[in-house]
């Protein structure tokens, strides 16, 4: 099964610790597209400026990536530049320009309107909502979100909630959007406002996964080096949607499953800048990562 998202490509500048990358390819859309790819087909919907060097997006292809819906038009690409210090769960935005995305309208190819599986990038809810007027009958929708979005336009937000299957958002937007300093109170709040299941990134300390009558907990894979954490929320959502593409299953065993699936994609991106990490990437380590996940929550009842 395909999966469309909906979201930004960008160009990057990071800062950590460990290093520098200058206008790197980055953006919600792209880090989604490719760690799903890995998985299931995708269908891509963005918008970039002449800039963009088209050798950028060629490994998306290659990838099996449809861009029938990346729109190319005159003018800059949007361009991110942050920095992280060594605390990697917050980036300080030292400059945003949104440049052609600014005025982003996104247009679902007719081929694209019947994808099972919708993936909402974080973008205006406004945008969000005109994606969900544009598909049909998707059997699975999730959408990501940003404190911003939670502060500026929470009626259109509120509208968007209440017509996705699950929204992934981290800790800090989880209390923001939902009023309440516990993840528990947090979730049921949250889960009420329409979505079935709630996913927390947690960046160090994992993910949990709420759905209305369990809760489920990952921790993070353990890393030696972590280079740069930009788009691991993203690399996440791909990882999730696009295994549940490939299975064709949402039921609350598979939606585990992909879940750990995503976090394992997510441990791969954060090794390196931008892409260059999960671009190298085969199914064997993948699937191995994958075990060593298994193994960290494993433990025999002796009792």
Not at 113 to 127: A, H, K, Q, T, W
Not at 216 to 237: I, K, N, Q
Not at 255 to 261: E, G, N
């Amino acid at each position: 099964m395909s999966v469309l998202v909906v979201g930004s490509v960008a160009l990057d500048t990071v800062e950590t610790p460990f290093g520098r990358a200058e206008e790197v390819l980055g953006g919600s859309a792209t880090y989604f597209s490719t760690s799903a790819s890995y998985f299931s087909p995708v269908r891509l919907v963005a918008v970039v400026g002449d800039d963009l060097p088209e050798e950028e997006l060629a490994f998306l292809r290659e990838r099996g990536v449809d861009t029938e819906g990346l729109q190319r038009r005159e003018g800059r690409t949007f361009r991110w530049k942050g920095r992280y210090g060594f605390d990697l769960n917050e980036a300080h935005t030292l400059d945003t320009q949104l440049n052609v995305f600014e005025d982003f309208s996104p247009r679902i190819p007719d081929s694209y309107r019947e994808s099972p599986y919708v993936f909402l990038g974080n973008i205006d809810p406004e945008l969000q909502m005109d994606v969900l007027n544009q598909v049909k009958g998707p059997r699975m929708v999730a959408c990501d979100t940003m404190n911003y979005w939670i502060e500026k336009k929470p009626k259109e937000l509120e509208r968007v909630l209440g017509r996705v299957d699950v929204l992934t958002i981290n800790e800090g937007e989880a209390r923001q959007l939902s009023g309440e300093p516990n993840l528990v109170k947090a979730a049921k709040k949250i889960t009420s406002m329409g979505p079935k299941t709630l996913i927390i990134k947690r960046g160090e300390y994992g993910v949990l996964s709420f759905n209305g009558s369990s809760i489920f907990a990952t921790p993070a894979y353990p890393l030696e080096f972590v280079f740069d954490p930009t788009g691991a929320g993203d690399t996440f959502a791909g990882g999730f949607m696009g295994f549940l593409a490939y299975t064709n299953q949402v039921d609350e065993d598979t939606m585990r499953q992909a879940i750990v699936f995503g976090s394992v994609m997510a441990s791969f991106v954060v090794e390196d800048f931008s892409l260059r990490r999960i671009k190298a990437l085969t199914m064997d380590e993948i699937e191995e990562r994958y075990r060593e996940f298994k193994k960290l929550t494993y433990f025999r009842d002796i009792g």
